[in-house]
């Protein structure tokens, strides 16, 4: 309607104010929360690294329009999140992982976690993690080679497992690693070298990111950093990283107390893996966490626990995907026992 | 942890393999009676009871079968033997709990000749677990089933709200849940292992 | 259910003839089952020998014949006999009935759930000679190739087992080691990626032979007759 | 499920294509999925699993039909489970025989097959009330629906999960596996995806015959 | 909770949401009369409850402030003629907020009439019964002037068993845009307080409150200046929030006690009113005269010359419009304010006694523009603003599948008491006050039909 042709008064519904936010701003900020991340993530691995996120968020976007067109809704790819989606399932791969296999997860992630429920809104995984559990488990060893950052020619040369053919295996990086090294690289994460070997990495080198680890997940800093961005703009939901962080903080420091020989202490457990980007990023994704207040403390807390769980009992080195599938399918259980007590509600009332 | 132990065997029962998610035992009801976080509540509950019910129950009568080495038997007998006990457990309950029997009254015999249940008696039999250890294990496994029953609710029911595609509102969009939480429980893989 | 229905609606059956039904149908099953049973039974117990044998000769090369026995802290009997306190051993013999090695079974939780493997043990050389996996629920293509990787199954042609001078334990513990990095001969070279699966065996295999290997070098003489007393 | 006829029902080709599709027991009744999804991660026991159940099935409702007079109606699910336990214990002796490394593959699954509700279905809604031919064909075709769902699932998991088929290599060596789909998850997203798959088609069919009509409305 | 206290900035409620006040526009300019309009329109149903009868005839001369029809019953009020002039209908339909139809009285006004209240014999209050004042405040006409347009008499007789104690004035304005009240506490002080003792005597109430948000401290200074030491009359300042002035919410945070669930104020021994209501008593009690006019706020950007003006009821808001030259590009008419206001359709709409601001938009500010509907996103955001405590999230996702009866079952639809909180933080835009609205009409209608 042209403004010429409108009526004198207009009928609309109270409120007549809207806060100036936006779905799409929200997400769009998420995503420039996130570049950041994948900037740090491309200068660590290089060109190997830029890619990845390149496919996956291109698939992502892909998958998401080819759902739409077949169910007969509107393309809604300019919402952004499809983007969080396919920057954050990057973010969660190593960075030599072969292409075709990311896309496979980006496929995965939207298809199977997000459009088969109805897009945004409807899923009840994360839908970043769906695509990387199901690789995950789907390539088990491929999701478990890692190659060390920083190498020489990074910018110009692929890491070879990268350009694998379509449905072929990828070649073994281990000459590749061994020509291109930093000296004593041994292909184990943080996490891996504290369950097996006990030998645990140094803080600062978990700060700054660099340790071995998926693409995005190596540099707890400046996720954290990019976090609070969001939790400031009231973009993110400050209370579940802080009970993740409670949480695993209160699970890990008696275990360590009792064994720090096994155990980690609470800081390493919080800096090391992808417990910074899980919790900042992905346990947060509002979709398919409780909404209720103490809900979100309970699921934050929930994923606390199971990681560290997983972690130090589990056969796994890494637990927080799974943690946050985990707390994701209990989210409407919890928000159903979670339900707040409304103003005014009377006891009898609140037995019932 | 001991592979014996009677935790490992509870948990190993209730989260790692998971009866439904990860052994494939029990999916009828699992995909029939989970609409209603409320029904599963009772259906979990159910099946708990007949799990423990047909666990000792089997116990018993594979000690009497190996005694008269009748083994070829088995079968027959704990199909025969647990049903009925089934049967006798719900006469009992239905005179002193009237109540509990409303609850649980229509899944009993939904349950009683369902796969997990007797699947429950052949594997603690299989894995020649003493007596407590089959209470372990059966108690594990009914805990797991329940678990994984009221998660799956959550879930349909959260989806009741959703504007699903319409090709996905039919059986499929079941077991492509029962996928995504199968998929998520194997982070439970190895729990209690001793990995150091 | 429905049966309860019908039945009010039905006029009742003699229980005669319901017990006569019953009674007929159990007999025929039981008959049916039994002729089955005695038929294939020979079949099946041939098939779980052969097995049995082919895991043995698997684990120690060159055996011919083998012997079941129990081997516990109370002492070394013949298997088959009832209520008999210790683990089942399987000694192997050559072509001349000298003892090649003994079979032993050892188990272990690995990635997803118990390992349960077969392995022999030579008393000469106090050594490894090889495992086979006889369950696992390991994940296909990486735990799983415990039970098949050249390399990995190298590691036990020869794993020293060496007692200690009491000869009440090992001398050296068995472990895994990460991959690439084995030094010793009663080290374990893991499979990259496998750790986890790699470490149970190795675990296991220790826990096995620390408990075992000094009761069978304590009857050796009576396992090397083929004859427990 | 459908509504059984009680009355006495002829020979005909449906009684046998029934069970194939318009009933197919897994794809459209969803019954009996424990045994479908647990031993579909390869073809060979897809297969194996499948004429098990397709035997258990025929002859229990052979002898099930051939007693049907004799059956008082309060022992009635008694006696079929009885009989069907018989039948599958004999499966799995005969199984053991020929295999057993294809028994230990099956795990305690073929004994499951007493808890499989087509068969219990069968005996009790069709062959209890059916002459013996018509019941044993009919058996037969659910038994080859089932077969058939379980060799759907079976070489689609074998095929992605392992590169093979039977055991024989159909992609390149280098093809990377996709274990996912030998392990549990894949199971249900496999029959999932056939679910989806169908529904997709029958909308294409009903929509089309929609514009069908919608032509011939119009035209008029 | 103690310690907490003390770090608390003012007296407050939990949840609610902050939206840009607007009030400087208008909130310095004193409150000024308007001229009368050519034609007053008076509707019969002004508030809540049975419709006044109309006592005048067609053509009969009626005097300012003489009363042209009486009360339909005990939950209803008499109305008074605004303005001096000939009554030229007495059963014309106006479009009114409260719907599309409503009967009203037509007065041609004089053209030289005064503003001149000439109706009304004084009365000495202190001489009064209860049940007599109670009275006078009915024969005045009083409604609620904070919106809700309730008889005010019916507050002053708590039903059986239940007692007054405290009296608590809601100075709050907590509205964007609305500045009336704000005005009265800082010009009608003297009236506002001789009303609250009136009301204090009729209750029997022990304590009042003045509940003030703290964007408007000079109003508080204003009224504690003029209260006595030692008095039952006290003012305080709340945080400022939306909707502090929701009598709910303004409970909560003065006296830190709920209303319960289904309940109203009096069962837990308070009754709540508006500063004007309050001041316009203060008024009119003592001179027994009728409620005739009312301070009207017109402010939003369609308006040209924004201000609070002294309306006489019955006044066509198209006249109201054209006196502050509003803008003829204006899309949207607000009467009330613009967080639980609602557009009217047609500028033929009277003023009636519960109006008490009218906000016009002109462009799309950026703050209300139109934005797609996307699906609730589960964010939360309108947990942590709906003041009631409910879960709109799960009570939009309801309405959308049209479950009604589950959303009054099972997430207490009935006391979400539609402030608008949660479609005003609603990133994905969902009209949830609407759909509640909705769901609530759709139940009534059904129980309505089950009974
Ligand atoms: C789906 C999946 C399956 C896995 N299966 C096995 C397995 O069967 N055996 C094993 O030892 N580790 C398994 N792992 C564990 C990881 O590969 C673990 O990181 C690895 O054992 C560590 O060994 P590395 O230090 O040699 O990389 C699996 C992991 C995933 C995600
Ligand atoms: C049907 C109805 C009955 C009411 N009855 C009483 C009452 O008996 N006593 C009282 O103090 N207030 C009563 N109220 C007034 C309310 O407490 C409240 O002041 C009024 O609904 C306006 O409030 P609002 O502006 O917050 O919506 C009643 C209101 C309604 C709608
Ligand atoms: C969301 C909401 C906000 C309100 N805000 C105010 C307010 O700011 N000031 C006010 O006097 N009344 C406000 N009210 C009305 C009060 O609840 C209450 O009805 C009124 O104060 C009673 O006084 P009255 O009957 O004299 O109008 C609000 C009501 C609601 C539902
Ligand atoms: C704070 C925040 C975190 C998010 N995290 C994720 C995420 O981890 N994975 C993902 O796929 N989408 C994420 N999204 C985007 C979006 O919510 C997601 O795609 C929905 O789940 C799709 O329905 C996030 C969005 C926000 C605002
Ligand atoms: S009767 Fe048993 S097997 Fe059949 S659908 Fe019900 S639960 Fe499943
Ligand atoms: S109508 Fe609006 S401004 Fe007036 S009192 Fe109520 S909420 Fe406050
Ligand atoms: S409109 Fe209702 S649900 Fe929404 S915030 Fe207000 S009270 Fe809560
Ligand atoms: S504010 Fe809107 S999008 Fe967020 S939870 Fe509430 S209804 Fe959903
Ligand atoms: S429960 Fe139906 S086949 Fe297992």
Redesign the interface.
């Known amino acids: 309607m042209s403004r010429k042709q409108k009526k004198v008064v207009e009928i609309r519904t109270s409120p007549h104010l809207k806060k100036a936010i936006s779905v799409e701003q929200i997400m769009r900020n998420v995503v420039y929360a996130l570049l950041p991340v994948c900037g740090w993530s491309v200068y660590q691995f290089g060109i190997s690294a830029l890619v990845l996120i390149l496919v996956t968020t291109l698939t992502c976007i892909l998958t998401e329009s080819l759902f739409c067109r077949l169910s007969g809704r509107p393309n809604s790819v300019g919402d952004f999140s499809v983007v969080i989606t396919g920057l954050l399932l990057a973010l969660t791969l190593p960075p030599g992982f072969p292409l075709w296999m990311a896309a496979v997860a980006g496929f995965i992630a939207i298809g199977l976690g997000k459009s088969l429920f109805g897009g945004l809104g409807y899923n009840v995984m994360n839908p970043a993690l769906v695509g990387r559990a199901f690789v995950q488990a789907a390539f088990p060893v491929a999701i478990t080679t890692w190659t060390p950052g920083f190498a020489a020619g990074r910018f110009y040369e692929f890491i070879p497992s990268t350009l694998a053919l379509p449905f072929m295996s990828p070649v073994d990086t281990g000459l590749w690693v061994k020509s291109h090294a930093v000296d004593g690289f041994t292909g184990a994460t943080p996490l891996a070298l504290q369950k097996f070997e006990h030998i645990t990495a140094g803080t600062l080198d978990l700060l700054t990111g660099s340790v071995a680890g998926s693409a995005g997940e190596t540099s707890a800093l400046l996720i954290f950093v990019c976090g609070l961005y969001l939790a400031f703009r009231k973009m993110m939901d400050w209370r579940i990283p802080a009970a993740i962080f409670l949480a695993t903080a209160l699970i890990s420091g008696p275990l360590h107390l009792m064994n720090p020989a096994i155990y980690p202490t609470p800081l390493f457990v919080i800096l090391s893996g992808g417990l910074m980007l899980g919790a900042m990023f992905m346990a947060t994704d509002m979709v398919v966490s409780p909404m209720t207040p103490r809900g979100v403390w309970l699921y934050g807390a929930v994923i606390g626990v199971l990681t560290v769980l997983i972690r130090q009992f589990g056969g796994l080195t890494e637990g927080v995907m799974y943690a946050i599938l985990v707390a994701n399918a209990l989210s409407p259980l919890i928000a159903s026992v979670t339900q707040p007590r409304i103003y005014g509600a009377t006891s009898k009332e609140a037995e019932s | 942890m001991d592979p014996n132990s009677l935790t490992f065997i509870f948990l190993n029962a209730a989260l790692i393999n998971n009866f439904v998610l990860a052994l494939f035992l029990g999916l009828c009801p699992f995909l029939g009676v989970s609409a209603k976080k409320e029904t599963a509540w009772n259906m979990g509950l159910a099946t708990m009871f007949v799990m423990l019910v047909s666990s000792i129950s089997a116990y018993g009568i594979n000690w009497i079968l190996v005694k008269f080495e009748i083994e070829f038997l088995r079968l027959i007998c704990y199909i025969a033997v647990i049903a009925s006990a089934v049967q006798l457990v719900e006469m009992t309950v239905k005179k002193f709990s009237p109540a509990l029997f409303r609850a649980l009254g229509i899944f009993l015999p939904l349950i009683t000749t369902n796969c997990a249940i007797l699947g429950l008696a052949l594997f603690q039999t299989f894995r020649e677990y003493d007596f407590f250890q089959s209470l372990a294990f059966s108690t594990g496994a009914g805990v797991g089933f329940t678990i994984a029953l009221m998660l799956m609710a959550g879930l349909r029911e959260k989806l009741e709200l959703a504007k699903l595609p319409t090709v996905s509102q039919g059986a499929a969009m079941g077991l492509m849940l029962a996928g995504l939480l199968s998929l998520a429980f194997m982070g439970f893989a190895g729990l209690g292992g001793s990995h150091a | 259910?429905s049966?309860a229905e019908?039945?009010q609606i039905?006029p009742q059956?003699p229980s005669f003839?319901?017990l006569r039904?019953?009674g007929g149908?159990?007999m025929?099953?039981?008959l049916?089952?039994?002729l089955?049973?005695q038929y294939?039974?020979p079949?099946?117990e041939e098939?779980?020998r052969i097995?049995i044998e082919q895991a043995v000769s698997r684990v120690i090369p060159g055996v011919v014949s083998k012997k079941d026995f129990i081997l516990g802290p109370d002492g070394l009997f013949d298997a088959g006999g009832k209520d008999l306190k210790g683990e089942k051993v399987y000694a192997a013999y050559d072509a001349k009935g000298e003892l090649k090695g003994v079979a032993l079974e050892a188990?272990?939780?690995?990635?997803?759930?118990?390992i349960r493997i077969l392995y022999g043990y030579n008393q000469d050389c106090q050594c490894v000679t090889g495992i086979k996996v006889l369950?696992m629920?390991e994940?296909?293509?990486?735990g799983d190739k415990i039970a098949f990787d050249p390399d990995f199954l190298k590691n036990f042609e020869a794993l020293d087992a060496r007692l200690n001078e009491a000869k009440n334990a090992l001398e050296n513990t068995i472990v895994t080691v990460?991959h690439g990095t084995k030094r010793e001969q009663w080290e374990i070279d893991s499979i990259?990626?496998a750790?986890?699966s790699s470490?149970?065996i190795g675990?296991m295999i220790n826990d096995s032979g620390q408990r075992m290997f000094p009761l069978i070098i304590k009857h050796l003489d009576e396992l090397r007759a083929g004859q427990a007393n | 499920m459908s509504v059984l006829p009680n009355k006495q029902e002829k020979v005909t080709l449906d009684t046998f294509m029934r069970g194939l599709w318009e009933e197919n027991p897994v794809f459209v009744m969803l019954l009996g999925l424990c045994p479908v999804l647990a031993v579909t991660n390869s073809t060979m026991n897809a297969i194996a699993m499948g004429l098990a159940t397709l035997f258990v099935l025929v002859a229990s409702s052979t002898l099930v039909s051939l007693l049907r007079k004799m059956i008082p109606k309060q022992v009635r699910i008694a006696t079929y489970i009885i009989i069907i336990a018989t039948f599958v214990t004999i499966v799995d002796y005969v199984i053991q025989a020929i295999s057993l490394d294809l028994y230990n593959a099956l795990g305690a699954f073929i004994q499951l097959i007493v808890a499989n509700c087509v068969i219990l279905g069968r005996a009790e809604a069709y062959a209890s009330k059916q002459k013996v031919g018509v019941s044993v064909i009919n058996a037969i075709g659910m038994g080859t629906g089932f077969t058939i769902a379980l060799l759907c699932l079976g070489t689609v998991r074998e095929l992605l999960g392992a590169g093979t088929i039977l055991g024989v290599q159909i992609f390149s060596s280098n093809f990377e596996p996709w274990v996912v789909m030998i392990l549990p998850p894949g199971g249900f997203f496999v029959l999932g995806a056939w679910l989806l798959l169908f529904d997709y088609l029958k909308q294409r069919k009903e929509q089309k015959l929609l514009n069908a009509e919608g032509a011939v409305a119009n035209g008029s | 909770m103690g310690l907490l206290n003390l770090f608390k900035r003012a007296r407050t409620f939990r949840h609610g949401v902050h939206p840009m006040d607007h009030k400087e526009q208008t909130a310095h300019l004193a409150i000024k009369r308007l001229p009368f309009a050519p034609k007053v329109y008076v509707p019969l149903a002004q508030h809540i409850g049975a419709p006044a009868v109309a006592l005048v005839k067609p053509g009969q001369e009626v005097v300012r402030g003489e009363p042209i029809a009486e009360a339909g019953g005990f939950v209803s009020v008499p109305m008074h003629a605004p303005v001096t002039g000939i009554v030229r209908s007495i059963d014309h339909l106006v479009p009114t907020a409260a719907g599309p139809k409503t009967p009203a009285i037509v007065i041609e006004t004089y053209e030289a009439a005064t503003q001149e209240v000439l109706y009304g014999l004084d009365q000495d209050l202190d001489t009064l019964t209860r049940d007599e004042l109670i009275k006078a405040v009915q024969a005045s006409g009083m409604v609620g002037l904070g919106g809700a347009a309730f008889p005010s008499h019916v507050k002053l007789l708590p039903p059986e068993g239940k007692i007054i104690e405290t009296l608590i004035i809601n100075g709050c304005e907590c509205e964007p845009y609305l500045t009336c009240d704000h005005r009265v506490m800082l010009e009608q002080t003297d009236r506002l307080i001789a009303g609250i003792r009136t009301i204090m005597r009729a209750t029997g109430a022990r304590q009042a409150i003045i509940g003030v948000e703290d964007n408007k401290l000079d109003a508080v200074k204003a009224i504690r200046d003029k209260l006595p030491a030692g008095e039952a009359i006290s003012c305080d300042a709340v945080e400022t929030k939306y909707p502090q002035g929701a009598e709910k919410m303004l409970i909560k945070s003065l006296l830190n006690r709920e209303v319960p669930s289904g309940g109203l104020p009096v069962d837990i021994g308070v009754a709540v009113y508006n500063v004007g209501t309050m001041a316009q008593l203060g008024e009119l009690i003592p001179r027994s005269r009728g409620l005739i006019e009312r301070v009207v706020t017109v402010s939003g950007p369609g308006v040209a010359k924004p201000g609070n003006y002294l309306v006489p009821i019955g006044t066509p808001l198209r006249f109201l419009m054209e006196q502050v030259g509003s803008s003829s590009e204006a899309n949207e008419v607000i009467v009330g304010g613009p967080m639980m206001g609602m557009t009217v359709a047609s500028l033929d709409v009277p003023v009636t006694k519960g109006l008490s601001g009218v906000v016009v938009f002109e462009e799309e500010a950026e703050d209300q523009q139109e934005r797609p509907v996307y699906p609730c996103i589960k964010c939360g955001a309108c947990l942590d603003a709906c003041p009631i405590n409910l879960n709109p999230s799960m009570l939009g996702q309801l309405a959308s599948v049209r479950q009604y009866d589950v959303m009054a079952a099972d997430f207490h639809l009935n006391d979400c008491f539609e402030c608008g909180c949660c479609s005003y933080v609603c990133p994905s835009n969902i009209p949830l006050t609407q759909y509640f609205r909705i769901a609530k009409a759709v139940n009534r209608e059904a129980r309505a039909a089950a009974a």
């Open positions: 259910m049966s019908q039945s039905q059956t003839a319901m039904t019953l149908i159990a025929l099953s039981g049916l089952v039994v089955v049973f294939t039974q079949i099946i098939n779980k097995a188990a272990a939780t690995g990635y997803q759930d118990v369950k629920a994940t296909p293509g990486l990460k990259s990626g750790t986890i470490k149970a675990r």
